[in-house]
């Protein structure tokens, strides 16, 4: 987990309301990622990017967003419009340059939403 | 288009017994390939990755994969099994022309090593 941290660890909200997550690392990766983890299904792609102010879309993008006005910060919002947000959700990074380079992950943040 | 196939939900072995938690994967081109592990509520850590030389690479912990381009595989071995090599096992890829794109892992295997 070093270099990279999540907070907070565990997360409540009631439906309907937005909530952020925070993605910070100090191992000065250009790119990020964020994954959501469900039992039984592995990690899925929300979004991801490579490099400051520019991000794309994963394979699950409906309901989230993201933004990257820092190189170290990658925050995640859940909108109200995800219809299944409690989940495990995991930030990472990587070198950009070359794709040899394994991703480092952060810690995660439990979102329950009921 | 990239995937990563872990057959196996949950492998079961005996303390210091060997173990193997098996991968497969398709890529469009040549493969970088990674093990991960995961404990509960925690983040994944990195195990080994192969990115090219010698098919058996070795990593963290006693673990060692093979790599076979023939068959498409990258399993995850250990000579000997330790009760705290409890946990959930991920195989990812990544296509070497993709750089900086996010890596593909499979769904995960559950190793459970009984004392």
Redesign the interface.
Known sequence: DGGITQSPKYLFRKEGQNVTLSCEQNLNHDAMYWYRQDPGQGLRLIYYSQIVNDFQKGDIAEGYSVSREKKESFPLTVTSAQKNPTAFYLCASSMREGASGEQYFGPGTRLTVT | AQSVAQPE?QVNVAEGNPLTVKCTYSVSGNP?L?W?VQYP??????LL?Y?TGDNLVKGSYGFEAEFNKSQTSFHLKKPSALVSDSALY?CAV??????????I????TTLSVSS
């Open positions: 939900d970088y990674f991960y509520n925690r983040g994944l850590q990195f990755k990115i991920f990544r296509d070497i022309n993709q750089a900086g794109t996010a890596l892992f499979g769904k995960g």
